[in-house]
């Protein structure tokens, strides 16, 4: 289902950045794959925000998505480390898009996730995530300058934040947690099967970002 939902996404022409398209279609096709779970909650969107970036990008959705919950208000967090992930993500924003608060919101809500969080984004691989925070969380990226595990990056960095020391050594070569932190954040892609010819950075219209 996830699948077919990206693909009807993304056959028809719509709106918005093609990388940022494809972003978003792999968030939705991976929320709404998820049984009896609507599409506000599974993005952590507000039913108007989520109507916003349907609007924008997909203009031709609600037709397609027809029979699919798209309401509520997904956007209330689900844990107390919610809002304070989307905080540290868009304290790093690139550009001040609106796109920027709808994905702070999405990446918050799909690292709750059980999987590797590009896994659970639905994308094509852990690329495309770098690829998200290089063009929207510029600063953010660069801070994880040694390629830690996106999600152990973010909530290490939310402990420290906190003044939380959750290292096991001051010097990441003689951790225990190396490959904990470090690890190769590899597997299939859980929209397997999905178009290999996505949109990338290069022929976004913004390219000039990363
Ligand atoms: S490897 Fe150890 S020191 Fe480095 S970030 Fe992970 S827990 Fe902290």
Redo the contacts with the bound molecule.
């Keep these: 289902m996830a699948k077919e939902i990206y693909s009807r996404l993304m056959s028809v022409p719509g709106g918005g950045d093609p990388f940022d398209r494809h972003l978003f279609a792999c968030a939705i096709a991976m929320a709404l794959s998820s049984p009896g779970e609507s599409l506000t909650l599974g993005l952590g969107l507000s039913e108007e925000c989520l109507a916003a970036l349907v609007g924008r990008y997909f203009p031709h959705a609600p037709g397609l998505l027809s029979g699919l919950s798209l309401s509520g208000h997904g956007d209330e967090p689900l844990t107390i480390e919610e809002p304070d992930l989307r905080t540290l993500l868009l304290d790093y924003r690139t550009r001040d898009l609106i796109e920027e608060e709808w994905l702070a919101h999405i990446v918050a809500r799909r690292c709750l996730g059980a999987n590797h969080l590009w896994q659970d984004l639905g994308l094509t691989g852990r690329a495309d995530l770098s690829g998200l925070m290089r063009r929207h969380f510029v600063g953010l990226a660069e801070l994880n300058s040694r390629d ?1 595990k996106w999600k ?1 990056f973010f909530y ?1 960095e939310l402990c420290q934040r906190e003044g939380v020391l ?7 070569e003689v ?4 490959s ?3 690890g190769v954040e590899d597997g299939a892609s859980l929209l397997s099967g999905h178009p290999v010819a996505k949109p990338t950075l290069s022929d976004s219209t913004s390219g000039t970002i990363v």
Excluded: A, L, Q, Y
């Design positions: 830690m152990k290490r959750i290292c096991k050594s001051p010097n990441c951790c225990t947690d190396f904990t932190c470090f």
